[in-house]
């Protein structure tokens, strides 16, 4: 068998970062494209988050002078500040691509999402998405009850599963993603709303997968705060089936990093640690690693480039050069830092194999 030692994976997509505001977007922003990424899918949960064109505009025009070669989709959080007369003249000025929905109190800055056992108030909002050809975003996560233990981490994104598969019935033409998927009951519901696909149908439902959650399992993060984020990484098992639908060449799974940077502090408080790994420097490195070791190296380009490049329907990006990797073994550095914020990266000292590099 040949070896291969470089891949062309052309304009690379990567449909779930956080880049934060102030001295972390400046320190992790022009990051994004030394992870190999061309494009990027911008999460509104800043505090407070994002609701406003003037927010997502200013806010986009930021990041923009920080990488001026990154093509920046953006996004507004979903909330009852917006209005369908909102999201209308959003999609017309092209200021935004999708509404991200968190569940109240599942995650970080998620104090004013919504509760998505009563998405009725909303169906204004998700029809106008439909009639925009937006997306919906969608964090999976069940809230946990009062006075219950019915819900928890390891259960909440299972227990979300018949929100989604209801949110589609009702809305058989919004396009919607299940984000960060991190179990086997997810991926099933993937594919189950995918039943009779056929090539070249539009999906309408997908799931992006984080690079973190292709290898972490629960043992990675109880004791290790720089592996701890929402949804956790559950067990081997459901790792196994994330692997399974990412290498799969499926057009309804595609990456979405869920790169997360969080001050070093805030990884090691006695008050709670914050949920959230930082993977972005490094981020088509660590899956082309998980791709090879299963000899799905011939799907990387599905997973990182074309699936969620049509999914979103991409048309004008910023780049003219194409993302290569080049088999090249080098270690992940202990911190990634500037005089004012200092983040852990994933697999911090690790050695991995695959570099990034930008051709014409
Ligand atoms: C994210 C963050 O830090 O903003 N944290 C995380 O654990 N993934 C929010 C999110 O996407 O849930
Ligand atoms: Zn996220």
Redesign the pocket.
């Known amino acids: 068998m040949i070896e291969i030692t470089e891949i062309e994976l052309g304009v690379t997509a990567d449909m779930h970062v956080?880049l934060r505001e102030g001295k972390m977007m400046e320190l992790i922003t022009p990051t994004v494209r030394e992870g190999g990424v061309a494009v990027a899918y911008i999460?509104p949960?800043l505090v407070p988050p994002i609701t406003t064109i003037d927010k997502v505009v200013e806010y986009k025009k930021q990041l923009e002078a920080l990488s001026p070669t990154t093509t920046f989709l953006m996004s507004f959080y979903l909330s009852k500040d917006l209005s369908p007369e909102l999201i209308n003249e959003a999609a017309k000025i092209g200021a935004i691509q999708g509404v991200k929905c968190y569940p109240a109190g599942v995650?970080?800055?998620s104090a004013h999402g919504v509760d998505p056992n009563d998405f009725t108030a909303f169906y204004p909002i998700f029809e106008a998405l439909e009639a925009n050809n937006l997306v919906l975003n969608i964090?999976g996560e069940s809230p946990p009850k009062k006075d219950s233990d019915d819900i928890h981490i390891l259960n909440a994104e299972s227990k979300f599963l018949p929100i989604l598969s209801k949110l589609h019935s009702d809305f058989p033409n919004l396009k919607i993603i299940l984000e960060?998927c991190t179990s086997q009951d997810a991926v099933e519901a993937i594919e189950k709303l995918n039943a009779g696909y056929k090539d070249g149908d539009k999906v309408t439902v997908a799931g992006t997968i984080t690079a973190h959650h292709l290898s972490l399992t629960i043992d990675s993060w109880a004791g290790n705060p720089i592996n701890f984020?929402?949804p956790v990484a559950k067990f081997p098992s459901d790792r196994n089936h994330l692997v399974k639908a990412a290498t799969s060449g499926k057009p309804y799974f595609f990456f979405g990093s869920?790169s997360?940077p969080?001050p070093i502090e805030g990884k090691a408080r006695h008050t709670g640690v914050?949920?959230?790994i930082y993977t972005q420097k490094y981020a088509l490195s660590y899956v082309a690693e998980v791709f090879e070791k299963n000899n799905k190296l011939e799907n990387l380009k599905t997973f990182v480039t074309d699936a969620g490049v049509s999914f979103y329907e991409v048309k004008d990006v910023k780049c003219s050069d194409k993302c290569w990797l080049v088999k090249d073994k080098f270690n992940v550095p202990e911190v990634i830092s500037s005089k004012d914020v200092t983040v852990v990266p994933f697999k911090a000292g690790d050695e991995l194999q695959w570099k990034v590099e930008w051709r014409k």
């Open positions: 956080h999460m949960n995650t970080t800055n964090h960060h984020c929402k869920d997360a969080h914050c949920a959230g």
